[in-house]
């Protein structure tokens, strides 16, 4: 299929916002996903067509373009129809997860929940939704951890699923997750992926 690139008016710095910035990629995002084109319509229909409203919706975007990674998919006007849809991002290479092992119906999933910075941002829905979870997860809340206490917290007992919910950001295209409000203390994605690929063994 043939797309038109996105594009972003380019206006000078001192008359523009980071907001106004924002608001012009989502509206060009929208226009590129909502391409006129015969193909990708026959995409979007059927999406609509088979979906119905009330669906719990993922769906799974696999690039390896880190730029692709950085727009705001779930910003695609066609969620607005979908509350309860959401946008995953995954490498076009990966290995299969191994299954839980859960060994009985009484055994609970293992999640490690850390929370941290949130300075400026709502993380309260994030906890909320968690411990709707409670009846089927065992849940261990981690609130702004040194990443010694991280450290620890994740050698200490066996989890199936790390949560994390707070700030992010990427420099030298390698991404960052803060812990807590020291930005000096901060988790390369690349390091935790060593850590968990560790952990597992």
């Known amino acids: 299929m043939a797309f038109r ?15 106004q910035l924002g608001t ?3 509206d060009s995002l929208n226009d590129w996903l909502n391409s006129p084109s015969k193909d990708w319509k026959k995409i979007r229909d059927g999406l609509q067509r ?7 919706i993922e769906i799974l975007i696999e690039t390896n373009n880190l730029e692709l990674w950085q727009l705001p998919w ?8 979908y509350p309860k849809a959401e946008v995953a991002l995954s490498n076009l290479e990966y290995e299969r997860p191994k299954k839980l092992g859960i060994n009985n119906a009484n055994d609970l999933v293992r999640i490690l929940a ?5 300075k400026g941002i709502d993380i309260s829905k994030d906890r909320a939704y968690l411990e709707q979870l409670s009846d089927r997860a065992y849940i261990e809340f981690l609130p702004e951890p040194t990443l010694k206490e991280f450290h620890e917290k994740l050698w ?11 700030h992010s950001s990427s420099e030298d295209a390698k991404g960052r997750i803060y812990t807590n409000k020291d930005k000096n203390e901060y988790l ?3 390091s935790l992926k ?3 690929d560790t952990a597992i063994q």
């Open 5 to 19: 690139a996105i594009t972003v008016p380019v206006q000078k710095v001192t008359n523009v916002s980071s907001t």
């Open 188 to 190: 390369t994605i690349d």
């Open 50 to 56: 088979n979906l119905n409203t009330t669906d719990e």
């Open 74 to 81: 779930h910003k695609w006007d066609l969620f607005d129809c």
């Open 156 to 166: 200490d007992q066996e989890w199936d699923i790390l949560f994390f919910a707070g």
């Open 194 to 196: 060593s850590w968990l």
């Open 114 to 118: 850390i929370f941290g910075d949130s």
């Open 24 to 26: 012009d990629l989502v």
